[in-house]
C-alpha cells in the first residue's frame, strides 16, 4: 500500500496540464527520433539534453522518457513499412512486420506492434513500482565494497552476456574507462590525461561523447550505405484498431512470455535488443505457425515489440536503485540525473521522493499517450521519410552540432563530437559495441572511487570483495559473469565428448 500511496503521489504531481503537454511533445519528438535514420533514443535524449538544464528535475525527466517511449514506437514504423529498423531493437520486429505490410495488412501490423508494446511497457513500469522501494532499502545497507561489487558484475555481466564478442566488448569497455579518467582526479585532486589542455581539466562531456557517437556516427554508416526510402502506405481505422485488439487474446500466453524476457533482459544489461530477438526465437519455437514466421505471422510482430519495451521500461529499475543503467539509453538518463546534481542509487528514494515517483507515474500515463499519438500520425510520420536522405542527413548533422556546442557553450566541443561521430563510425565498421563504452563512461569514475576507498579500508587487500556473504556472492557472480564465454565453451566440449558415437553403416548397393 506504500508504493499505492506513493504513486498517487506522483499521479498529482503530474497531472497538470503543462506536464501533460511535455509528454505529447516529448513523445511526438521521439516518434520523429525512432523515424528518421541516424538518429536513435539514445542520441535524442542526448540532443535534448541542454534544453533541459532550465527545467526542474521532474519536468525534464517527463519530457525525456517520453521521448524515449516515443523513439520505441517511431522504430516500429519504418520497421513495417519500410524494411528500416528505427532502432536496433526493431530489427526483429522487420522479420514478419513488412511482410504484413507488403500483404495490405499495415495498419493490422502496426495496431498489433503498438498494443503489445503498450502491454511490455506496463508490465515493466509494474516491476519498477512494486520492487524498486525494497531493493533500493536493501541497497541502502551497502558500503564501498557492496557498490564496487555491483558495478564489477554490470560490467562483467556485459562482456560474458552480450551477443558481440566478448574481446570487442572489453576494448569499448577501456576506452569507456579512459574517458572517465579525464579530468581531475577526485580522490588525490591531480590532473590526468589532459595533455595541458584547460578544457579537459573538467573532463569530457558525456552529452559531446554520446551525441557523436550516436547521432553523426550513425549518419556516416547511413550515407555510405546510399538509403533509399521505399514503402508500404498505411492508414489505421477504428475498425482496424478493433479487429486487432480482438485478435490479441489469442496470444496471451506469447505476450506473457515476451513480457518476463524483456523485464529479465531490462534489469540484467541484456537490453532490448536481445530481448526482441530472443522473445522472437522463442515465439517461433513454440508456435504452432512456425511455418509461417517471416512471411507476415501476427505473433512474429508482437512477440519483439512486448519483450523491447518491457526491457526499455524495467532497464530504468538498475538506475534508480543501483545507480546502474540497464540500456544505453538508460545510461544517456543516469548521466543527465548527474548534471540535475541528483545521484541515483538507494539515496535518492530518500532524498527525491517525488522526483521518482513523478517519474514511475508519468511512465504510465506517458505510454497511453503514446499509444493514442503514434496511432493517430503513423501516416504523417510515414511520409516525412519519403524526403530525400540528402536533404535530412545535413538537418540532422546541423542539430547534432547545436546541441554539443549549447552544453559548455564552447567550439571545442563540437570538435570532440567530431572525433567521437568518427571513433561510432568506426565500432560500427568494425563491429564493436557502442553501448559497453557508455556504460564505462558513466560509471568509470564512481567504480574506481568504490575500488579506492575499498582499498583504503583494507590496507590494499582483496579479500575485501569476499568479507561478507553479500559482497562475497555479488564478486563470486561477477568473475562467473566474466569467464562466461570459456565456462560455456568448456561444457560444450565436455558435453560433445559425452555423446555415444554414431554408429557408421555401410549402405549395399
Given amino acids: 500500500m506504500s508504493e499505492f500511496d506513493s504513486l498517487l503521489q506522483g499521479m498529482n504531481l503530474i497531472l497538470t496540464p503543462g506536464h501533460i503537454g511535455l509528454m505529447v511533445i516529448g513523445v511526438l519528438l521521439g516518434i520523429l527520433v525512432g523515424v528518421l535514420p541516424g538518429l536513435g533514443a539514445p542520441n535524442?535524449?542526448?540532443l535534448l539534453l541542454p534544453l533541459t538544464f532550465t527545467m526542474s528535475p521532474v519536468s525534464a525527466i517527463i519530457l525525456l522518457s517520453c521521448m524515449y517511449w516515443g523513439a520505441l514506437f517511431g522504430g516500429s514504423i519504418t520497421s513495417i513499412l519500410f524494411n528500416i529498423p528505427g532502432e536496433p531493437s526493431s530489427v526483429?520486429?522487420?522479420f514478419d512486420g513488412y511482410p504484413m505490410a507488403r500483404e495490405g495488412r499495415a495498419a493490422e501490423a502496426l495496431t498489433a506492434a503498438f498494443s503489445s508494446a503498450l502491454l511490455g511497457a506496463l508490465a515493466g513500469v509494474l516491476l519498477l513500482t512494486f520492487l524498486s522501494t525494497k531493493i533500493a532499502a536493501f541497497a541502502m545497507s551497502f558500503s564501498s565494497p557492496e557498490f564496487f561489487a555491483v558495478y564489477l558484475l554490470a560490467f562483467c555481466t556485459f562482456i560474458g552476456m552480450s551477443k558481440n564478442p566478448p574481446l570487442k566488448t572489453v576494448v569499448a569497455m577501456m576506452i569507456g574507462f579512459a574517458m572517465a579518467a579525464v579530468g581531475m582526479d577526485t580522490v588525490s585532486g591531480n590532473l590526468r590525461l589532459t595533455f595541458d589542455q584547460p578544457t579537459l581539466m573538467t573532463g569530457i562531456s558525456f552529452e559531446v561523447a554520446v551525441i557523436g557517437l550516436f547521432g553523426i556516427g550513425e549518419i556516416l554508416c547511413t550515407v555510405e550505405e546510399g538509403l533509399v526510402f521505399r514503402g508500404e502506405h498505411a492508414r489505421i481505422t477504428p475498425m482496424v484498431i478493433l479487429r486487432t485488439w480482438a485478435k490479441l487474446p489469442r496470444y496471451w500466453w506469447t505476450i506473457v512470455r515476451s513480457t518476463l524476457v524483456g523485464c529479465w533482459m531490462g534489469i540484467t544489461p541484456g537490453g532490448p535488443t536481445a530481448a526482441s530477438f530472443m522473445s522472437y526465437s522463442l515465439a517461433r519455437r513454440f508456435s504452432k505457425n512456425r511455418d509461417n514466421f517471416g512471411k507476415g505471422e501476427l505473433e512474429g510482430v508482437i512477440a519483439p515489440e512486448t519483450a523491447d519495451h518491457a526491457a526499455g521500461t524495467s532497464a530504468l529499475l538498475p538506475m534508480l536503485t543501483l545507480g546502474i543503467p540497464g540500456s544505453a539509453t538508460a545510461a544517456v538518463?543516469?548521466?543527465g540525473l548527474?548534471?540535475?546534481g541528483l545521484h541515483p542509487g538507494p539515496t535518492l528514494f530518500v532524498e527525491q521522493h517525488d522526483f521518482v515517483w513523478g517519474l514511475i507515474a508519468s511512465m504510465y500515463l506517458g505510454n497511453v499517450v503514446s499509444l493514442i499519438v503514434v496511432l493517430a500520425t503513423v501516416p504523417l510520420?510515414?511520409?516525412?521519410?519519403?524526403?530525400?536522405?540528402?536533404i535530412i542527413a545535413p538537418i540532422i548533422?546541423?542539430?547534432c552540432a547545436i546541441g554539443a556546442y549549447s552544453v559548455h557553450n564552447s567550439f571545442f566541443d563540437v570538435v570532440l563530437m567530431l572525433g567521437f561521430g568518427a571513433l561510432g563510425y568506426l565500432f560500427k565498421k568494425l563491429g564493436y559495441p557502442i553501448a559497453p563504452l557508455v556504460l564505462a563512461a558513466v560509471l568509470g569514475d564512481k567504480a574506481e572511487d568504490a575500488f579506492r576507498q575499498s582499498m583504503l579500508f583494507s590496507d590494499g587487500h582483496l579479500g575485501i570483495f569476499w568479507s561478507n556473504p553479500l559482497v562475497g556472492s555479488l564478486t563470486t557472480a561477477a568473475l562467473l559473469m566474466l569467464f562466461w564465454p570459456l565456462i560455456s565453451r568448456a561444457l560444450g566440449a565436455?558435453?560433445?565428448l559425452r555423446k555415444?558415437?554414431?554408429a557408421k553403416t555401410k549402405s549395399v548397393l
Avoid: C, D, E, N
Avoid at 511520409?383 to 530525400?388: A, W
Fill in 92 to 94: 526483429a520486429t522487420t
Fill in 381 to 390: 510520420f510515414a511520409s516525412i521519410l519519403r524526403i530525400p536522405f540528402s
Fill in 333 to 335: 538518463m543516469l548521466g
Fill in 494 to 496: 565436455l558435453t560433445g
Fill in 338 to 340: 548527474m548534471i540535475w
Fill in 500 to 502: 555415444p558415437p554414431v
Fill in 397 to 399: 548533422i546541423m542539430v
Fill in 44 to 46: 535524442g535524449v542526448a
